[in-house]
DNA sequence: TTTTTGCATGTATCA
DNA sequence: GATACATGCAAAAAG
């Protein structure tokens, strides 16, 4: 039987390149491999290289291999047909079947087993070509070769590249050499021979059995599942481990590596790989490579002795150290340290008698999680851990999931500024699987024995968010702070959190807590933080501020995952209310899409909840309430009060100025105010979660309502006389507002063309205005050319001739709804919107430009379809005559807007713009009133649906 | 036309 | 300044 694969048709070294002429001819007779390959040896250069060849070409008995190397029973040939019933050792030779069980019990009892050759404890493979490799020939030792060039003792693989020396540490341990290692002589590791001349040093080492993987009967071999001879790359990645010799068992990194786990195993024999659980478990040669993987963090500067959030907040969470191997940098980024739970550890460790190594964690980015099937791996983690690999290519790789699904993965890596990244392909069914998402974390792991890969994951929580969220400077609210400080007990059982604390790049929970601890009293106050009154003091912010330029770009990309931001709606709105642009601050308006924004170069300070109120008059007020008293008390329009507030530093009323003074409100004036400012916050939300109500409207009224999204005026519909902003703050990652949501030109996902969402009534939209103002412009241009030819024609005739009358004189001979769409494609044309439009400024805002100047559209109409819920609310409550009262109350009372049933409205609004009106040209009276018209019928709609 | 693949680039972080 | 890494982008491949 002839399997078809690959045979080499020359000497893959480079720098050789002799062509093989057949079977057995230039070349050294190979040997098997465990992935059925087999490795040739070059007559010429001398070294070896990992071919795929015809079974009945190498035959066994040329290749010498055909009895078992313990036992001697004379096994199959090496054809993938027949490779159940033998177990190709990497190092040469074979192992039978009843050897391979053998060999699993005694592992799995703890015994030493003289795994590969059992002639010889200790294989000393290094030194000299003319060395004499212990216990074996140089033939019969397949993954050993010596470098002819420059007499070195050189082992390859097909990819040219030397790689391991594996070393029969009392009959178990091997180890890999890594050149990394070598290098950092940190590491002290105690190598059993002088430092190994290497061949081709400039390229990086690789493990053994590197063919293992790369070959499909690799996947065949990981079917069978026997932990034992199952030996894949990462096995022999952990014996490397344990060959290493360490000098720091039993020094202080012992001890704090102790501390860092506290909690007894669960399992008397699951056993986590790190801190004094090892001593129950493993040997003492174990344990004192294992101790080495869990030193102690570099302590901080200012970080308290005595707390450890890791320990006393998270009892259940095991922050591990991974494991110093690997030829990466021996020290990983916390980042990536695997923070595992108890829980994921049961469910890891499936196998009671396996011991979990976990080797590093990583928050899944947006493209990660995404289609692209792409996860990008740590470098160092990747190289620590992950079998070595020397071609871009890469090599398949099986990892096992918690639930013992084995995963198919392409490990490889780019080149990228003459570095590497690595990744992982063809991740998309494991993630989809798994139901794992942007923020979630996956945990990499090993079990031991077998060495075998598993991944876990742990899914991101909305604590995940908020953390990252306030990192990310965009979230401050009470709920982190409630939950870290009254929900200790929560916290402690809940893995997610300190995981999200490290999602957000680096924000370790030390260091979180640090803040407060090392404060001179300790005090936690700011803590408890009251939703709106008291709030982290200026020193939290700026600790939290400069927590938040910490977050990485990974961080900032994904946390803010649409779920995820809708999550965090409420409390980013209520955050919202407490931004204010700094004093100092002066905005920079920027056009997006021909519309105005202000854009603040200084991040926004948090104030304290205030109200504002607008009189009948057009005046404003802000309302404020007493820390001490709860009494409002008024105060100037500009003032931000960024700390507590009493009414004794009310300085800018001395009537007011003590608790004792009387509240300037009404009860029932306050009450009023008070529903009105929860309602608009309740409507509020609405507008972030405009999709929900888009959803419930008539498509006819969609245009408007997002015409008066996108205008800025659905979020202030209720703003008559009560806003909480007077900007709308710089967009920040999250901002759900009409114009944040939109993906970026030609990105996003597709949507329906019967889509309803906002964006997609947006678009529609705006090219309908679009198409307006062309047609408006086309109209335009057709009128003026007319005008101008009928002015010169009629040059002669006398002035007050409607023919030479100016367009917009023209304009109002028209029909009135012809002259609504005039006015509101001027404004449109304007492009200048005011995000805080308010109705009752809208005319003193006109006052100023004259009546030549295009006016901001009504929008009247549009609120009131869009605050029609707002109409009910009032009407049920009995504040339809509200507005009255406002009329008639006295100028210092707060104006509540009027929100009254739908003819109250109008009046009210007609005749609080009917003082200004009077001072405009008629035919603009006439252009609002059609608006408003055209505009109530919208809203009648509305009502009917 | 969509998906895959390989590389380039920008940004955040680290030393 | 160097490095790591998330992601964009264009070319290639596949459907």
Known sequence: MAMPMAVAKRCMNPACGAPATGAGGDWRKGWPLRSGAFALLCDKCGLAYEQFVFCDIFHLKESGWRDCSFCGKRLHCGCVASKNSYDLLDSGGVQCVTCMKNSAAQSASGQVVPKLFPCQNNLRIFGKSDEVLSGRKFEQSPSLVLDSRNDDLAIVNKSNHPFLVKSIEA?????????????????????????????????????????????????????????TTDSTTSESISEACLSMSLGIANNGNRMEATSTVERP???????????????????????????????????????????????????????????????????????????????????????????IVPLF????????????????????????????????????????????????????????????????EGVTPCIQSLQLQAGDTVTFSRIEPGGKLVMGFRKATNTDSQISAIANGSLLSETLFSTANDNLGVVSGYPGFLQ????????????????????????????????????????????????????????RRFLMDAEDAMELKLTWEEAQELLRPAPTAKPTIVMIEDYEFEEYDEPPVFAKRSIFTIRATGEQDQWIQCDDCSKWRRLPLTVIIASKWTCTDNSWDPKSCSCSAPEELTPKELQSVLQQYEEMRRRKGSYYGLKLNVAEMDASNLDALATAAVFGDVGNQGTASVATTTKHPRHRPGCTCIVCIQPPSGKGPKHNPSCTCNVCMTVRRRFKTLMMRKKQRQSEREEAEASKKMAWMNRDEPEGSNLSRSPQTLDTTRDSSDVAMFDKTADMNKGHIDLNFHPAVRDDHQGQHGTQQPRPVSMVGL???????????????????????????????????????????????????????????????????????????????????
């Open 171 to 227: 009959g178990q341990s091997s180890s890999i050499l890594r050149q990394k290692e070598i290098e950092n002589g940190s590491r002290q590791i105690k190598w059993e021979q002088p430092p190994l001349s290497i061949g081709d040093m400039g390229k990086p080492f690789l493990t053994r059995s590197q063919s293992a993987l790369e070959s499909p009967q690799c996947t065949r071999r990981d079917d069978n599942k026997d932990p």
């Open 265 to 355: 195993i669960l399992s008397p024999t699951t056993v986590i790989a790190e801190g004094r659980e090892l001593t129950t478990a493993l040997s003492p040669f174990q344990h004192a490579q294992r101790a080495r993987h869990f030193l102690t963090r570099p302590p901080r500067v200012g970080e308290g002795a005595v707390f450890d959030p890791t320990r006393d907040m998270f009892p259940h969470l095991r922050v591990a150290r991974p494991p110093a191997e690997g030829r990466g940098r021996n020290q990983l980024l916390p980042r990536y340290w695997p923070r595992i739970t108890d829980q994921e550890l049961q469910q890891i460790s499936g196998d009671s008698n396996s011991t």
């Open 361 to 424: 964690e990583k928050v899944l980015s947006a493209s990660d999680a995404g289609r692209i099937g792409r996860l990008v791996l740590p470098k160092a983690c990747a190289e620590a851990y992950f079998p070595p690999i020397s071609q871009p290519e890469g090599r398949p790789l099986t990892i096992q999931d918690a639930r013992g699904k084995e995963w198919h993965f392409q490990f490889r890596f780019w080149p990228n500024n003459n570095s590497r990244m690595y990744v992982l």
């Open 500 to 555: 999200s604390i490290k999602g957000a790049a680096d924000l370790h929970p030390s260091s979180l807590y640090d803040h407060h601890m090392n404060s001179a009293d300790g005090d936690v106050s700011w803590l408890k933080a009251d939703k709106f009154g008291s709030r982290p003091d200026e020193g939290s912010l700026q600790f939290l501020q400069k927590r938040s330029r910490n977050i990485g770009s990974k961080s």
């Open 863 to 945: 609120m009131e379809v869009a605050s029609r819920p707002l109409d009910n609310y009032m009407k049920q409550n009995g504040l339809t005559s509200l507005a009255g009262e406002q009329g008639g109350g006295s100028s210092s009372t707060a104006t509540v807007p009027p929100a009254p049933v739908e003819s109250e409205e109008r009046a009210s609004n007609e005749l609080r713009v009917a003082s200004v009106e009077r001072e405009r040209e008629p035919d603009a009276m006439a252009v609002d009133e059609a608006g408003d018209n055209q505009q109530d019928k919208s809203g009648d709609d509305v009502a009917a649906t």
